[in-house]
């Protein structure tokens, strides 16, 4: 049976050091491109796999990252992890997937355990977790490399965002071309930047149509389905109700979906409804769900990629702009006639 190809192997191939075959290996910065591709093609010449505690070892590195997470939507994290995983299998890093309180003290708390026991070698933010003042500044002081997905502040640190606002003013526009004016809106969870956002742009949609903001129509959600349900129930027992109501994310519009069934609504014939996020449930939904596409497993993937490299060589505050799109299905539809 033929021996395991060594890295000592791999550098009397390319002709280098060890010490040059390490920092390729772990994508150290300052290595000439040509002798990059040099050890690269030995070690996949000889199949070389660098053992995972010599490669922590070498490179001073856990090769963990974590993924801190306090979020009511299963069908959004289980996009951005599915990014993370694409990302981390590439680059070949560990995830931990690390759920937390959301109360400061908590949350602190159980950073300080994370850092302290697993010591990965940044951390990925997810929201609302992204806006913690408190968590922000925790990881300033222990110096811990970090990305953030959709963070309410996008001209600090390492970040991938959409334009929510802007995909949320889309969304209002399409109701509008449908002959709807009577427009609710179910926010999210008022911790989340995302909640922020999809209230200014439907705001700026109505304006743009001329049509007044009535703030009975714009009713308080958590991001869950139970508060879709309960912000329904209150819309839907208004008097005249809204002809459309676009929630803030999926989740919610399943709930809003919910209680048109059982009083009877036709969907979309009586009641239009939209989602937010174009996750999983949208599409499992009857009717099918109009939404907006954001696209979180991209934004996952590109945040790991974004957060590797910051790990390799720290650069300066940056933001990816991931695009959206309106998904049209068959949960709106013409206003109804009075």
């Known amino acids: 049976m033929a021996s395991r190809a060594t890295i000592e192997d791999v550098a ?40 995972a505690s010599a490669r922590s070892l070498a490179g001073h590195r856990s090769f963990n990252i974590a993924l801190v997470y306090n979020n009511p939507s299963d069908n959004y994290m289980m996009g951005v992890i599915s990014g ?12 931990i997937l690390s759920p937390v309180a959301l109360d400061e003290a908590g949350l602190l708390a159980e950073i300080d355990n994370l850092m302290a026991h697993s010591r990965p070698d940044g951390l990925l933010l997810t929201p609302p977790l992204t806006d913690s003042a408190a968590l922000l500044a925790r990881l300033a002081a222990l110096d811990v490399p970090y990305a953030s997905i959709s963070p309410r502040r996008q001209d600090e640190g390492v970040a991938v965002a959409m334009d929510e606002p802007a995909a949320a003013e889309r969304v209002v526009q399409h109701l509008v071309e449908l002959g709807h004016r009577r427009i609710a809106h179910v926010l999210g969870h008022p911790a989340h930047g995302a909640s922020q956002w999809r209230l200014d742009g439907y705001r700026r949609g109505l304006a743009k149509a001329g049509i007044p903001v009535d703030p009975t129509l714009e009713v308080a959600g958590e991001f869950s389905f139970e508060s ?14 809204p002809t459309a109501i676009f929630a803030a994310n999926d989740d919610m519009a399943a709930g809003v979906l919910h209680v048109a069934h059982h009083r009877g609504l036709r969907v ?31 934004m996952g993937r590109l945040a790991t990629g ?33």
């Open 268 to 298: 979309p014939e009586d009641l239009s409804v939209v989602g937010f996020d174009d996750t999983p449930i949208s599409r499992q939904l009857f009717p099918l769900l109009t939404t907006i596409h954001q696209p979180t497993r991209d």
């Open 12 to 51: 009397a191939a390319a002709g280098v050091s060890i010490k040059t075959v390490s920092r390729v290996l772990n994508r150290e910065p300052n290595v000439r491109p040509e002798t990059r591709d040099r050890v690269l093609k030995a070690a996949e010449g000889l199949r070389y796999t660098p053992h």
């Open 306 to 338: 974004a957060l590797l490299a910051h790990i390799r060589e720290p650069n300066p505050a940056h933001l990816q702009r991931v695009p959206h799109m309106l998904k049209v299905r068959e949960s709106t539809g013409p206003a109804p006639r009075p």
């Open 84 to 95: 993370v995983l694409e990302a981390c299998a590439a680059e070949q890093y560990h995830l």
């Open 228 to 241: 879709g349900v309960a912000a329904a129930q209150r819309l839907l027992d208004m008097a005249p109700m």
